[in-house]
């Protein structure tokens, strides 16, 4: 493609509906709500596939056979520990900061510790993929645990991918609604396309960099409230409200001050996110089971008086918030758990991307002074 040859190109401000490559990994279409993984409905494999099933599609392509995902479960599950010495570094890492900083600081190291970190080969790629996914659940309940002043928990071989992170975060292994509810969130969270955490890492990888690079960059990027961090504020939004019957003027307060409200609005989907219906049905469920409705009946109240007054429609945080609150995970542990997800995704295009390689590099236009000499004294 040639430069541009005005003064003054056409600005894409936030990249907006540009199209900056292919992917075959998954596909969005605003106009029918649909989101697909390798051709695959969201909403379909969230209910008849396990997370496991869902990160082998992701990276392979195809679902895997029951010998396939044997195999995978069996390689997961051997890369769970974390080893003594990231151990011991995580856990110097300030209780003050975000717990995303810990994440990322986790997954920077795991980096400089791996004598693979530079092997762009396919087998490398798919170790290093493997490992994060497998790490990354006995790093984030460990952290949760040491801010409740608790010692972390050995992940348990014997349980699946989500039973072992909820018993290495609770000390027990939580009822099956529960469970199957946190296990869909993970299907729904693992891959959107090009977004803004997951571009970053595309953008890490254009350069040659290496792929805990990009994934320490992905996680900073998914921290902002503007994406990831948005079921953090959701949350956080939902106990300012406090009472149902208060949450119709406190959007009225929120809309009046032009102030953006958390967990509503995308940039891609204009007519409602494909993935809320499948997480507020499970939303439903959890609040069913431990017998809250409170946060239920703050988010229809929210949904219907912002969609009368705006026509927008919530995004996946919205309902994620709310769910992972009653499942009993600690609010600044949201975001964390969506990287625990993500981590799929973001590996599947970092792999996409050293195949078939450009580096990114957009054009700006200039608009500050106009060239001047230095007025030499
Ligand atoms: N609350 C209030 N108004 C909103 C919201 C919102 N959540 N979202 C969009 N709007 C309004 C904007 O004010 C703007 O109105 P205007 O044209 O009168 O100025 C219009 O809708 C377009 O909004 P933009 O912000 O320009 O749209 P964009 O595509 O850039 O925004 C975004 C997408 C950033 C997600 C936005 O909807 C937002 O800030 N939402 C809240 C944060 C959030 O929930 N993020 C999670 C994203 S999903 C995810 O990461 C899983």
């Known amino acids: 493609m040639s430069a541009p040859t005005t003064d003054q190109p056409t600005i894409y401000k936030g990249l907006a509906g540009v199209v900056v490559d292919k992917t075959a990994i998954s596909k969005v279409v605003p106009e029918t709500n649909s989101l697909t993984y390798r051709g695959y409905a969201v909403q379909e494999l969230a209910q008849h596939c396990s997370f496991e099933q869902v990160a082998y599609l992701l990276w392979n392509g195809e679902l895997p056979t029951d010998v396939q995902l044997a195999d995978f479960s069996r390689r997961e599950r051997a890369n769970r520990r ?23 600081t986790a997954i920077s190291f795991l980096g400089a510790e791996d004598p693979a970190a530079e092997d762009p080969s396919p087998q490398a790629t798919q170790a ?37 992170f909820l018993t290495m975060v609770f ?14 969130s993970m299907v729904l969270y693992a891959e959107h396309s090009f977004n803004a955490s997951t571009f970053a890492a595309r953008v890490v990888t254009s350069t040659q960099s290496d792929m805990y690079s990009a994934v320490t960059a992905a996680i900073g990027a998914l921290k902002g409230s503007l994406h990831g961090g948005a079921n953090e504020a959701v949350m956080h939004d939902m106990i300012d409200i406090d009472r149902p019957e208060r949450a119709r003027d406190w959007l009225t307060a929120k809309l009046d001050a032009k102030e953006k ?21 499970a939303l439903q469920e959890v609040s069913a089971h431990v017998g809250e409705d409170k946060w239920m009946t703050i988010y229809a109240e929210l949904e219907d008086e912002m969609f009368t007054r705006t026509g927008i429609k919530p995004n996946l945080d919205f309902p994620t918030g709310p769910a992972y609150f009653l499942m009993g995970f600690d609010i600044p542990a949201f975001t964390p758990v969506f990287v ?23 054009l700006s236009a200039y608009d500050g002074p106009a060239q001047r000499p230095i007025l030499v004294r």
């Not at 984030?140 to 992940?155: E, N, S």
């Not at 204009?270 to 499948?278: E, Q, Y």
Request: glycine letters at 6%; a positive charge; proline letters at 8%.
């Open 82 to 104: 974390l080893d003594r010495t990231a151990a011991s570094i995580l856990a110097k890492v300030p209780e003050t900061c975000h717990p995303m900083d810990v994440v990322r």
């Open 128 to 164: 290093k993929a493997l490992r994060m996914l497998a790490v990354l659940p006995t790093i984030v309940a460990a952290d949760m645990r040491r801010r409740r002043g608790l010692d972390p928990i050995a992940p348990h071989h014997g349980l699946g991918y989500s039973e072992n």
């Open 171 to 184: 000390g027990e292994v939580p009822d099956p609604v529960i469970v199957k509810a946190f296990e869909k």
């Open 261 to 281: 409200v958390m967990g509503f609005g995308h940039r891609v989907y204009k007519n409602g996110d494909s993935r809320v219906p499948t997480m507020r049905q």
């Open 340 to 362: 625990m997800s993500r981590i799929t995704g973001w590996t599947a295009h970092i792999a996409e991307q050293a195949a078939s390689n450009a580096l990114i590099r957009p």
